[in-house]
């Protein structure tokens, strides 16, 4: 299958010069082939079907305030410890 086609291209280009390399070459090109199959078969219906796509989005949306929220919190905490922290020093 993928595998032994992609073994044999990488064989026959001369290009590796050990079976570690050879094993690694194919490992990674298996890794991307099947991360553009997961892609298409898995991922895909989310990108075109509207309402999938919809609820991503506002679920992106919630995600990204309540991160923005948790940064500001911790900005806050963060300031107010160097304030009363270098109080002591700067009176």
């Not at 890794?31 to 609820?55: C, K, M, N, S, W």
């Amino acid at each position: 299958g993928k595998a032994t086609s992609s073994a044999a291209r990488y064989a026959l280009s001369g290009l590796l010069r050990s079976e570690a390399s050879l094993g690694a070459a194919v490992s990674a090109e298996l890794q991307e082939y099947v991360g553009r199959q997961y892609e298409a078969i898995v991922l895909r219906p989310a990108l075109t079907d509207p309402e999938i796509h919809r609820a991503f989005v506002r679920a992106l949306q919630r995600v990204h305030a309540d991160y923005s929220g948790a940064v500001a919190q911790l900005d806050s905490a963060v300031s107010a410890f160097v304030d009363a922290e270098a109080r002591p020093h700067t009176q």
